[in-house]
């Protein structure tokens, strides 16, 4: 999933202190799972800021919205009825979610009241780790479902650097060696051979190098 | 025991308080308390294992954020204490009654009594 961190309260506020009607808008999925942009954030935030600009001694009216996704046209129509009863909306899902909302709703200042940190997983309730790069062309298969393009500080494609030492990584102590995790992998499904056989050259265009990407299917367009 | 605690307090009850929600302490700071107390069972005692734990951070949190918006922070607090202990309960209870009058009424209840008005 997509991972997310709330941006600090000042920021947010700094964004919308001359505004008087504003919308909190969250999302109900990857945000809420790493709870910083879900309903229970939503209402969290919304409540802050009334709070603060009652102490202000502002009448800002602050209103709290959850979509099922804001990276879908679909339930982004389900605020087109209400949206022009705010001069701003404060958006809490991903960046995705706050360009598609701009993009739809042309005239309406959007703010971003996340930031959006990487894709990972959920290590423990409040942990979460970068697993993948979205690099576009997957090499898990080879490397024994280890990314060294998302875990490895070098993205290095054949083996570990000098810099690995008792498993863990030169720039940080704490961080384990994508390559030292690839080769245990390997040797707990019997496959340590496939260490030996050298990485091609990757091949870069389907990352960030050929700029912004897309995806198109045809067989799935109407 | 027949103890006495000021008269101000209104007790809300929660099964345990792990129940006690971020957004719940801010709700009732948004609607004009001068101060909110949680008072869970005593740390390592919870029937629900880390409920008092959670509440404890959710307290801090709410502090973070209510200093942030201008509503002192030290007007929510946690304590602990088990259901044997109605004096400490009386305690506490005079306890955070002395920080909220010390801090004075709370800054929002002023903006909502304007709005009202």
Redesign the interface.
């Known amino acids: 999933m997509i991972v997310a961190k709330q941006k600090p309260?000042?920021e947010i506020i700094d964004y919308i202190s001359d505004i008087d009607s504003i919308l909190i808008l969250g999302c109900n999925e990857c945000v809420t799972v790493c709870e910083a942009g879900g309903s229970?954030e939503v209402?969290?935030l919304a409540?802050?800021?009334?709070?603060?600009f009652?102490?202000?001694?502002k009448?800002v009216r602050i209103d709290e919205k959850t979509l099922e996704r804001q990276c879908d046209h679909e339930y982004l129509e389900e605020i087109r009825n209400i949206v022009d009863n705010y001069k701003a909306i404060v958006s809490l899902a991903c960046g995705i979610g706050v360009q598609f909302l701009s993009e739809k709703y042309q005239t309406m200042p959007i703010y971003p009241g996340v930031n959006t940190c990487f894709l990972g997983a959920t290590e423990d309730r409040g942990f979460w780790t970068e697993r993948c790069q979205a690099c576009g062309q997957c090499i898990l298969a080879q490397t024994g479902g280890i990314c060294p393009v998302a875990r490895c500080a070098k993205r290095l494609l054949n083996g570990p650097c000098g810099g690995s030492t008792d498993g863990k990584c030169e720039i940080n102590p704490e961080l384990d060696c994508a390559w030292q995790l690839i080769i245990n992998r390997l040797k707990a499904l019997g496959k340590l051979d496939e260490y030996e056989t050298l990485a091609p050259i990757k091949d870069w265009s389907p990352d960030r190098a050929g700029g912004p990407r897309k995806v198109v299917r045809e067989d799935l367009q109407t | 025991m027949r103890l006495s605690y000021p008269t101000d307090i209104r007790i809300i009850r929660v099964p345990c308080t792990g129940k006690v929600?971020?957004?719940h302490i801010?709700?009732a700071?948004?609607k004009g308390a001068d101060g909110v107390c949680v008072i869970g069972c005593l740390e390592g005692d919870c029937r629900f294992k880390t409920g008092n734990l959670q509440a404890k951070k959710r307290v801090r949190q709410a502090q973070v954020?209510?200093d942030?918006?201008?509503?002192n922070g030290q007007r929510a607090r946690m304590y602990n204490l088990s259901s044997g202990e109605g004096p400490k309960f009386a305690q506490f209870a005079q306890e955070i009654d002395k920080i909220v009058r010390d801090l004075g009424p709370n800054?929002?209840k002023k903006?909502?009594t304007?709005?009202a008005a």
């Open positions: 309260l000042e229970k209402s969290v409540s802050s800021l009334r709070m603060y009652m102490n202000q001694g009448q | 929600d971020l957004v801010l709700h700071f948004e954020i209510l942030a918006v201008g509503v800054p929002i903006a909502l304007k709005k």
